[in-house]
């Protein structure tokens, strides 16, 4: 009896050691909202308006009692994708916000047509030597700093048409920014006939322009804020700006352009709209050939065909006199061809009028 005593004292005392508590709140997953923040998110507002379903992001997590900062998904970082049918942006596979109130976690998030930054760091992000090609597109998000969990939830879009709309869902704040310029050239004619006079056949071939560079290197950073400063939508440093290098290119239109279009409104495509890395176009020139034949009214039909060579500065006040490429900008170049109309006529005179002489008298 005596004994039984004993090991039932021993038992309550290793109960009483050993208790724990269980914090059953459950784990809230880290999904991604790609919107404006400051109004009713619609697809205008979102990357679903460039059709992008993906983007990438590295992520850098402060956990309680660890000095160093650690890769929250590893060091290459994660794919985040648009999910149809929950419509949030989520990573490739389920993260949980770490429960400490002391932990936090800092997202780089950017999109890339290419190989993407060559450098993410926490604080900074980088592109090295990178060649644009026409149909790149770089973004890059606003840091995400020192966030938690998400308690705030985002605006919601309330529409009978949900078609026209994306729900906002909770989640890292990720607004993302146009790291390219993109240009076009179209052109136009203000006639091609003029009745009983002529007709004009406006081709322009070899369209180009020249002195491009498509190589840059660009670096984006910023400073951590302090610690007690928490679900922060960061900046960037300065004004982003690309550094160009190596040898200048030519972008070349595709094909020669048959000008039939009479309106700007109605202007042709001569070079299709591309991306380029942001730059100075102070040693730029759009060149092409005017290509114009002139088929006269009559009979028989009189037909004049030539071809000039034409030359325009893009960023001199001799030519189209526009501020650099800048990113997140989309310039369109309009070549307006005017034919004249203006008959060839003539103007007929005589030099002098006739000098009068007597010529002398003879008598027979």
């Known amino acids: 009896m005596k004994k039984y005593i004993i090991i039932a004292a021993a038992a309550i005392a290793a109960m009483a050691c050993s208790k724990v508590e269980v914090n059953d ?10 919107a404006t923040y400051t109004s009713a998110q619609t697809k205008a507002h979102s990357l679903n308006s460039e059709d992008i379903t993906s983007f990438n992001c590295i992520a850098f997590m402060k ?33 949980y916000w770490p429960k400490s109130a002391n932990s936090y976690v800092n997202f780089f998030s950017w999109y890339d047509t290419g190989a993407g930054p060559t450098e993410v760091t926490n604080g900074s992000m980088t592109w090295t030597s990178r060649v644009i090609a026409s149909g790149d597109n770089i973004m890059y998000a606003d840091p995400a700093w020192h966030f938690q969990e998400n308690t705030t939830n985002a605006q919601q879009y309330t529409t009978a048409n949900d078609n026209e ?23 136009y004619a203000t006639k091609t006939s003029v009745a009983n006079l002529c007709t004009w056949d406006i081709v322009l071939t070899d369209a ?30 300065g004004t982003p700006a690309w550094t160009t ?6 972008i070349d239109a595709a094909d020669d352009l048959t000008v039939t279009a009479t309106t700007k409104i109605g202007a042709q495509s ?22 114009i034949t002139t088929t006269y009214s009559g009979t028989p039909a009189v037909t004049h065909h030539e071809i000039i060579p034409i ?16 990113l997140n900008t989309q310039y369109t170049y309009y ?26 008298e003879k008598t027979i």
């Open 245 to 250: 290098s190596g040898n200048k290119s030519t």
């Open 311 to 326: 030359s325009i500065p893009i960023g001199t006040s001799a030519g189209f006199n526009t501020t650099p490429w800048a």
């Open 208 to 237: 180009a322009i020249t002195e491009v560079y498509t190589t840059g290197s660009l670096t984006l950073s910023a400073t951590e804020p302090a610690t007690t400063t928490l679900n922060n939508k960061g900046t960037w440093s």
């Open 165 to 187: 709309n994306d729900t906002i869902t909770a989640g890292v704040p990720t607004l993302f920014h146009h790291a390219l310029a993109q240009i076009c050239v179209k052109a």
């Open 270 to 291: 001569l070079i299709a709209m591309q991306s380029v890395l942001p730059q100075a176009t102070t040693a730029m020139n759009l060149t092409f050939n005017l290509d």
């Open 25 to 34: 709140t459950p784990a809230k997953k880290i999904t991604f909202e790609v």
């Open 63 to 95: 956990g309680e009692g660890v000095t160093d900062m650690q890769d929250f998904f590893g060091a290459d970082g994660e794919t985040i994708s648009y999910k149809t049918a929950s419509n949030t942006w989520e990573p490739s596979h389920d993260y």
């Open 335 to 360: 070549v307006k061809v005017e034919p004249s109309e203006n008959k060839v006529l003539f103007d007929p005179a005589v030099a002098e009028e006739w000098v009068a002489v007597d010529g002398g």
